[in-house]
């Protein structure tokens, strides 16, 4: 069964970091472009970075750049959503997602959803 889990969310203070995970079961995630998305309540889905599965490319939206980093560690067939400098309007669930064209990730379609983990920044 194909799945992918996110981790690592919680709450953090404004200015704090988390890391978050996506791992991957049942399919090879470096065969795969990954793309990491965020909703707040109320707002509509936003696209937060993406890793290509082919050259290493990423991409970041003007609101992350900067201050979110990803990542791969195909050993461990996971991918990595370092969050740096937070801001309380970075508060949202967060998804991965993977398909295996990096464009149609990119704008937020794709094969296979995680059932995302919630991240919190407050004081």
């Known amino acids: 069964q194909v799945q992918l889990v996110e981790s690592g969310g919680g709450l953090v203070q404004p200015g704090g970091s988390l890391r978050l995970s996506c791992a991957g079961s049942?399919?090879?995630?470096?065969?795969?472009?990954i793309g990491w998305f965020r909703q707040a309540p109320g707002k509509e889905r936003e696209g937060v970075s993406c890793?290509?599965?082919?050259?290493?490319?990423?991409y970041y939206p003007d609101s992350v750049k900067g201050r979110f980093t990803v990542s791969r560690d195909n050993a461990k067939n996971t991918v990595y959503l370092q969050m740096n400098s937070l801001k309380t309007e970075d508060t949202a669930v967060y998804y991965c997602a993977a398909d295996s064209d990096y464009r149609t990730v990119v704008a937020g379609i794709a094969d296979y959803w995680g059932t995302g983990t919630l991240v919190t920044v407050s004081s």
């Open positions: 049942g399919f090879t995630l470096d065969y795969y472009a």
């Open positions: 890793i290509s599965n082919s050259d290493g490319n990423t």
